[in-house]
């Protein structure tokens, strides 16, 4: 594993050098918010910021996506065939995400990648992007990815991370993607004993900062029979309004549905974001819906993250602990307060 120090001066630099060979994305302040979006120059990207209101995860599984185009015209040979819409699959790197992020796309690949299903343009995606990720040196009150098995620190998903040091940045590869990318940045320093200590101590500081919120190891022993019938999902789901913000703003939701939208004689395709926490999102074309009341959908949503999901893959609880839904729910349901009596030991209906 390599690591190479940059000086903050010289950082725009090899950005734009950087830029010269692929795209480059990174978080950027737009408005009210930061956003990841495609960088025109190097001093668009802002390192300094907390957190993005939306996750990445639009980067390989976008909100509104053209799978394909059709034609309907009677006097079109082609009418009827579905040709693929055009997509850029040049190389690019992402730099800033979070490792929280990162480390969710691993766990979105169980469902975009599996040895039954291969969604062509998720993996398309993930094999031609490079993840620069960029340590949290305060995470926020909100964020508990120590407590779901994942850090601020944590290289898991990432091809390089990168530690603000202060005056520079300490950049670690951690793929070998990562490290063809720092052996072509030419003005990176050895990282001094002193630098390497700093980030050390960062790291410690970090971690050190945020607490464990509960334990997953306890939902996991619980009965999932006993967890889906207690009785305190009665209050978890009182207050919800099945608005479906924490799910949009979730990196490990990636449910969608998929639409025709048609004008004249062309059609297009359309693969659209959806949500567990929407009335219709399991209606059934038979006029039954298996989730019609709220209860079932709130219960589903967790139950999803913190149950299911570690008992059919057998890789941690489908949450990185970003924060974004408990920032951003708007009637204040905190999954960690879920997780909290979830992880109760007697959880049996009173
Ligand atoms: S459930 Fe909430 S805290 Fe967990 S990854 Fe999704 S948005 Fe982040
Ligand atoms: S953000 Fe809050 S109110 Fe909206 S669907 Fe999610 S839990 Fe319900």
């Given at each position: 594993?390599s690591?190479?120090y ?10 734009g ?9 990174g ?8 956003e ?19 996750s990445?995860?639009?980067?390989f ?13 009677k006097?079109?040979p ?26 969710a796309?691993?766990?979105d ?12 343009w ?8 490079t ?5 949290c ?5 909100t964020?508990?990815c120590?407590?779901v ?47 390497a200590?700093?980030?050390?101590n960062?790291?410690?500081?970090a ?19 006993d ?14 309004i ?31 974001w959806?949500?567990?926490m929407?009335?219709?999102?399991t ?5 039954h819906?298996?989730?019609?009341q ?12 913190l ?7 057998k ?7 970003c ?5 951003q729910?708007?009637?204040n ?10 992880a ?7």
């Open positions: 594993m690591e190479i940059i000086a903050k001066d010289k950082f725009p630099g090899v950005l050098q950087v830029m010269g060979k692929c795209r480059v994305y978080p950027v302040f737009q408005g009210q918010y930061h990841f979006a495609q960088l025109n120059k190097p001093e668009d990207v802002d390192l300094g910021y907390r957190n993005t209101r939306l990445p995860k639009a980067l599984h976008p909100q509104a996506e053209k799978m394909f185009d059709f034609s309907l015209s006097s079109d082609e009418a009827g065939i579905l040709k693929e819409a055009h997509k850029d699959y040049s190389p690019r790197v992402v730099l800033g995400i979070r490792p929280c992020d990162a480390r796309f691993q766990l690949d169980c469902n975009f990648d599996t040895a039954s299903v291969k969604d062509p998720w993996i398309k995606r993930r094999e031609t992007t993840l620069v990720g960029l340590a040196n305060e995470p926020c009150s964020c508990f120590t407590s098995g994942t850090g601020p620190f944590d290289k898991a998903g990432l091809d390089v991370l990168m530690v603000d040091a202060g005056e520079g940045f300490v950049l670690q590869g951690v793929t070998p993607r990562g490290e063809e990318l720092l052996a072509g940045i030419s003005v990176g320093e050895m990282v001094s004993a002193t630098m200590e700093k980030a050390e960062l790291k410690k500081s971690e050190g900062s945020m607490g464990k919120q509960f334990d997953v190891e306890l939902i996991g022993k619980n009965p999932t029979l967890l889906f019938n207690a009785s305190f999902w009665d209050e978890v789901q009182f207050a919800c099945n608005c479906g913000t924490c799910t949009f703003v979730c990196p490990t939701c990636w449910c969608f549905d998929i639409q025709d939208e048609v004008y004249k004689e062309k059609g297009s395709r359309m693969r659209l959806d949500s567990c929407f009335p219709l999102f209606f059934h074309g038979s006029g819906n298996p989730r019609a709220k209860l079932q959908r709130v219960r589903q949503r967790f139950m999803h993250k149950k299911y999901y570690p008992e059919k893959y890789g941690g609880v489908a949450c990185v602990g924060g974004r839904c408990v920032n729910c708007p009637v349901i905190d999954i960690r307060h879920v997780a909290r009596l979830m109760a030991p007697c959880i049996c209906p009173t």
